[in-house]
């Protein structure tokens, strides 16, 4: 069965420190890979997205994720992290093919602590 | 900029009582969502649609229906509520062909007594 995975439930990251969020895959084939992000009380909003090529894609805000085939994996960076970046961020994949439906698969999300 | 928009935002229901929630976006976009958030679930996919007068199931659909009457407007409604829908639901939209960028409310807050 296809699922996502983050591993981490929390992560504390002292303010201008770099962040790594993890994420792994479990599906045939290649999917489509997302970062979401959810603020407090919002909904969520994509951040970058993966569908083919160049392994590292950039997102708003500074981030940037890695995909790895080897690894089944789509690991979020971020180089100097803000305040402002503390939310939850959830990793979603779509298999490619689903005949015009986005049937994403969200991991459990992780929530991102900042500290001053 | 996109807008979806949700109704209620909180909502309190009893045991076997009937619940809509109401969504309704702007965007035009043909695919409409639903799910629930629960804390070591994350997001859960109950029932989705194409377009007016689709509907279809997603993950998670036992206890649950979905209307679509027009393409701004997507519902999902409880017949009987039980405790176990307490959740938060959200309603998304999106363009569709695995472009997988959805565009959210803002969440309903649905605690069932």
């Known amino acids: 069965a296809q699922s996502v995975t983050q591993p981490d439930a929390r992560v504390t990251v002292s303010e201008g420190a770099s962040l790594q969020l993890r994420c792994k895959y479990s599906?045939?084939?290649?999917?489509?890979l997302f970062w979401y992000v959810q603020y407090q009380r919002q909904g969520l909003q994509l951040l970058l997205k993966?569908?083919?090529?160049?392994?590292v894609v950039q997102g708003v805000n500074g981030f940037e994720a890695e995909f790895s085939k080897s690894d089944s994996s789509f690991h979020l960076r971020k180089a100097s992290v803000h305040w402002s970046d503390s939310a939850v961020y959830f990793c979603?994949?779509?298999?490619?093919?689903?005949?015009?439906?986005?049937?994403?698969?969200f991991g459990k999300g992780t929530q991102l602590i900042i500290q001053p | 900029e996109a807008a979806v928009t949700q109704s209620p935002r909180n909502k309190v229901a009893v045991t076997g009582g009937k619940v809509t929630l109401s969504c309704n976006q702007t965007?035009?976009?043909?695919?409409m969502y639903w799910y629930r958030q629960d804390t070591g679930h994350g997001l859960r996919l109950i029932h989705y649609?194409?377009?007016?007068?689709?509907?279809e199931k997603g993950d998670i659909p036992d206890g649950y229906k979905a209307s679509r009457p027009s393409q701004e407007n997507f519902s999902l409604i409880l017949e009987l509520a039980t405790p176990s829908q307490t959740s938060v639901y959200f309603c998304?939209?999106?363009?569709?062909?695995?472009?997988?960028?959805?565009?959210f409310g803002e969440g309903s807050k649905l605690t069932v007594l």
């Open positions: 993966y569908y083919s090529g160049d392994p």
């Open positions: 599906y045939s084939g290649t999917p489509y």
């Open positions: 649609s194409y377009g007016a007068g689709s509907t």
């Open positions: 998304a939209s999106g363009l569709g062909a695995n472009t997988g960028q959805l565009y």
């Open positions: 965007n035009n976009h043909n695919n």
């Open positions: 979603a994949a779509s298999p490619a093919y689903t005949g015009g439906a986005d049937r994403l698969t």
